[in-house]
């Protein structure tokens, strides 16, 4: 079982920034793949950027330019550094993961599961 929490979240004017955090445990063998998703009040739960184990990243094309993912080296905390916004990225934030590499004895495999963090709020006025 993957537990994820995540923080940062909070209220800003429009134009300034906020850093969220996500922090995986459960499986301290285990790398993990993470993704963020917003949900606006109303609206549907939407994709915002992932990252790989490898390091590859992708973002939705609304938060491109303004927000960076990133990990630490461990692979187990994922940053989403979220630059420029806007009343529009206001949403509840969630951290995802639904990939981890993970070590049985001497052998790397990806595992596929599907966790969610119980999200932060973010606020654009």
């Known amino acids: 079982h993957v537990q994820l929490v995540e923080s940062g979240g909070g209220s800003v004017q429009a134009g300034g920034s906020l850093r969220l955090s996500c922090t995986a445990s459960?499986?301290?063998?285990?790398?993990?793949?993470m993704s963020w998703y917003r949900q606006a009040l109303g609206k549907e739960r939407e994709f915002v950027s992932k990252i790989k184990n490898d390091g590859t990243t992708s973002y939705t094309e609304a938060v491109e330019g303004r927000f960076t993912i990133s990990q630490n080296n461990a692979k187990n905390t994922s940053f989403l550094q979220m630059n420029s916004l806007k009343p529009d990225d206001t949403a509840m934030y969630y951290c995802?993961?639904?990939?981890?590499?993970?070590?049985?004895?001497?052998?790397?495999?990806?595992?596929?599961?599907?966790?969610w963090g119980q999200g932060t709020q973010v606020t654009v006025s």
């Open positions: 459960g499986f301290e063998s285990c790398t993990y793949d």
């Open positions: 995802q993961t639904d990939r981890g590499r993970c070590k049985f004895g001497s052998e790397a495999k990806n595992v596929r599961w599907n966790y």
